[in-house]
């Protein structure tokens, strides 16, 4: 459960990604290996017994299998409409329709696991979730030396990976190009104190719900409120954060995508290309 979404990195990136959502290396990778990836980093926040990663193992594979075959191909066309967006010139509603896509996919994604996740869960045994416990706070005290280094200096580092991301996608920048860009990567919301402040929140209520045990029901409900419906259960200012984002977001790709060069647009178009091809080939040897 803690760990479907997480391959990625954290819950929420925030650059270009969201116009060019997917690098295909990280993708494929994680969908190659994702049955290890999911069934370590439950071992890491759970310390599973032996007779729990028997099941895990056995219940993941048809999890995957099914997402596999049912969203893959969902992607895939998303990618391609993508793509013939950003051939023609992006608009407002294309980055619309962009951010409402990724919100269904996260959905689906997080309802796909919600009944297993319940189902282990109900399992744990109270020194599994005090290990829970210890491992939630290694992750908080790790969020607070990350917010004790100056804003300037997380701002910049961030600018300078935004800035990396944006080249790997559409090709070397001008420098005219740059420096229209790299201000408006800068100028994106200090997301980082809401999210450790929101992230210590969930950890709170997972650790609340667990002790206290109720039947798998209630926890599938509790989970899909608090991952499935987040936006409605997340607090006032990580929601106002999380549209700030999004409305520096959209002016970012509006700004870059009215700059770049014919050159640069191909460019764009066959990187998504090579996501495509990859998630077909991934949908073929399901």
């Known amino acids: 459960m803690v760990s479907v979404k997480r391959h990625r990195g954290r819950f929420t990136g925030f650059i270009v990604a969201l116009v060019l ?3 295909g290396c990280a993708l494929t990778f994680g969908y190659r290996h994702a049955d290890w990836l999911i069934r370590w980093q439950l071992d890491h ?20 299998v099914r997402h596999r075959t049912e969203a893959l191909s969902q992607y895939e066309q998303f990618l391609k409409d993508l793509q013939q967006r950003v051939s023609r010139g992006l608009s407002r509603e294309d980055l619309e329709w962009t951010f409402a896509a990724y919100d269904r996919f996260r959905a689906d994604l997080f309802e796909r696991a919600v009944p297993e996740a319940g189902r282990l869960l109900t399992t744990l045994s109270g020194k599994q979730v005090r290990h829970l416990e210890r491992v939630f ?23 300078r990976k935004g800035m990396a991301l944006v080249e790997e996608w559409l090709g070397t920048l001008s420098k005219e190009q740059s420096a229209r860009v790299r201000p408006l990567i800068l100028a994106l919301p200090d997301s980082q104190p809401v999210w450790w402040d929101y992230r ?3 950890h709170d209520e997972i650790l609340g719900l667990l002790r206290h045990p109720v039947a798998a ?9 608090m991952f499935v419906e ?37 460019h764009a178009v066959a990187s998504l290309q090579k996501v495509i091809d990859e998630l077909h080939a991934l949908a073929r040897s399901s």
Do not use: C, F, W
Not at 51 to 63: F, G, I, N, T, Y
Not at 217 to 225: A, F, G, V
């Open 21 to 23: 959502l997917m690098n």
């Open 45 to 64: 926040y759970l310390d599973l017994t032996s007779s729990q990663r028997k099941e895990v193992a056995a219940r993941l594979e048809p999890l995957l």
């Open 137 to 159: 706070r290694k992750e908080e005290a790790k969020g607070d030396r990350i917010l004790q280094a100056p804003v300037a200096a997380r701002l910049d580092d961030r600018t």
């Open 200 to 202: 210590r929140q969930r």
């Open 217 to 225: 029901e209630e926890i599938n409900h509790r989970l899909r409120q």
């Open 230 to 266: 987040s936006r409605q259960s997340a607090p006032a200012r990580y929601v106002e954060m999380d549209r700030d984002m999004r409305t520096g977001l959209t002016a970012l790709v509006l700004e870059t995508d009215r700059i770049i060069t014919p050159l640069q647009r191909r």
